[in-house]
Structures are given as structure tokens and as C-alpha cells.
């Protein structure tokens, strides 16, 4: 939280500036709960573009299990600390992590921003991400591994984490740049600045393990890079 605010700070915002956050707000650090909500309250000043990273999907799926009396719920891995974010967490803040979209795209610098990448398959992207829900099932779990997506095969297959060899690729090395200069967090980077591929940047160095906390700042100028060191290591 520290590190944020002092980022923040550091980036000394405009009134019309655009905040776009990466997603995982929660399950990372020691308090999600105030995380979000200072997040949530910094949305009432600027414009704050939220994604879905794969813990805030996986919180949504909880919370849904939860209203449908599924249970479904009591198997799924770190329940227990979903629960107590949750019950931390007020209606609004909730809200507020339901409003997480997929992607964001900007498009007068060429630009995308997503939680994890762009699997190889995907060629285009619908104006509004809310559309990919109408997908069919095979279609809509594609796109949905942009918030997942680390290692890929040289088949194109996109491999769960852990299951990768030496003869597979990242996929930001293979991205053609094909839907613009992609920004991306969910792979950790234990660097002290963002890690700049061919066609896009990682911006998740690790500031929970004791790295920094890093922004892209993007502008008629070019892009900036801004760095706050961790105070400490959480996780």
C-alpha cells in the first residue's frame, strides 16, 4: 500500500490522466481489503480503467458459488482466505472489483494493456470485451487465457504453469505486435525495471517477493517508466 501511494505520488497525476491497473489487487500483500478500496477511492477522482487479473476471476467465481449455495465453493484452493478478504471487504468495494474487464485498449498510442498476455490464436479483439461472453464455450475460453497465459509450445498449445520445458517460448517473445504494444503484468520479473520485449513490456517486478512496484505512463512524449521499491518482502 505504501509503495502504491508513493508511486502515485511520484507520477503526480493530471485531472484528465487515465489510471489503468493490471488486476490482482488481491492476494497480494498483506491487506487486499485496503488495497481495493484505496484503488476504488482514487476512481472517484481520476478515471480508473480496472482489469480482471486471475485472482480477482477467481474470487468472482467464489462469490458466485457462494450465492448459489454450490459446493463447489469448499473445494477450490485458499478458500478460507477468499472468505476473509471478502468479509473485509464493504459492498462497494465488491462492486467495484465486478467492474475488472479483460482488456483495455488505447488505441490513439497503439496500445494494450491486459492482465497476463495474448495467446497466439487471437488475431482480433471485439471493441467491447463484455461481447466475448456471448462467445461460444471453446471461443470464450481462449480469450479468457489472457489472464493466464505464461508459456507456450511450439504447437501454439498454451501450457498450465509449471509444465513448461526448455523447447517452449514466452509468449511475449513469439507476439508480432499484431494488436499493438501490449502491457502486461501476472509474470513476475525480479528486475529493478520493466522487462521490454519486441512488441510488449512486463510491468510486474515483483513488489510483493521485495522488488518494485513499476507504471507505464504514456503520452504524446513517448512512454515513461516510474520504479518504487518494495519496503519490505510480504510473500
Same mark, same amino acid.
Given at each position: 500500500m505504501t509503495e502504491l501511494q508513493a508511486l502515485v505520488r511520484g507520477i503526480?497525476?493530471?485531472?484528465?490522466?487515465?489510471?489503468?491497473?493490471?488486476?490482482?489487487?488481491?492476494d497480494k500483500g498483506p491487506d487486499s481489503p485496503a488495497v481495493v478500496?484505496?484503488?476504488?477511492?482514487?476512481?472517484?477522482?481520476?478515471?480508473?480503467i480496472l482489469l480482471e487479473g486471475n485472482h480477482e476471476e477467481k474470487h468472482r467465481r467464489w462469490r458466485r458459488h457462494m450465492r448459489q449455495g454450490s459446493p463447489v465453493v469448499h473445494t477450490m484452493t485458499g478458500t478460507t482466505q477468499i472468505?476473509?478478504?471478502t468479509q473485509a471487504m464493504s459492498a462497494a468495494d465488491i462492486a467495484f472489483l465486478e467492474t475488472g474487464r479483460l482488456y483495455f485498449r488505447i488505441p490513439?498510442?497503439?496500445?494494450? @494493456? !491486459?492482465? #497476463?498476455?495474448?495467446?497466439?490464436?487471437?488475431?482480433?479483439?471485439?471493441a467491447d470485451s463484455q461481447d466475448i461472453l456471448t462467445y461460444p464455450r471453446k471461443q470464450r475460453d481462449l480469450y479468457q487465457k489472457m489472464q493466464r497465459i505464461r508459456f507456450v509450445s511450439p504447437e501454439g498449445k498454451i501450457l498450465q504453469l509449471g509444465h513448461e520445458t526448455a523447447r517452449d517460448r514466452y509468449w511475449a517473445e513469439l507476439y508480432d505486435g499484431r494488436l499493438g504494444t501490449v502491457?502486461?503484468?501476472?509474470?513476475?520479473?525480479?528486475?529493478?525495471?520493466? @522487462? !521490454?520485449? #519486441?512488441?510488449?513490456?512486463?510491468?510486474?517486478?515483483g513488489a510483493v517477493h521485495g522488488g518494485c512496484l513499476a507504471a507505464a505512463i504514456l503520452s504524446e512524449h513517448g512512454v515513461d517508466y516510474r520504479v518504487e521499491p518494495a519496503r519490505r518482502v510480504y510473500a
Open positions: 503526480a497525476p493530471l485531472p484528465d490522466d487515465v489510471f489503468v491497473f493490471l488486476g490482482d489487487l488481491v478500496r484505496w484503488v476504488r477511492h482514487l476512481s472517484t477522482v481520476y478515471r480508473v472468505a476473509a478478504i490513439h498510442y497503439h496500445a494494450l @494493456v !491486459v492482465h #497476463a498476455g495474448v495467446p497466439p490464436a487471437i488475431e482480433t479483439l471485439p502491457y502486461f503484468g501476472h509474470q513476475v520479473f525480479m528486475t529493478s525495471t520493466p @522487462v !521490454v520485449f #519486441a512488441h510488449a513490456v512486463g510491468l510486474d517486478l
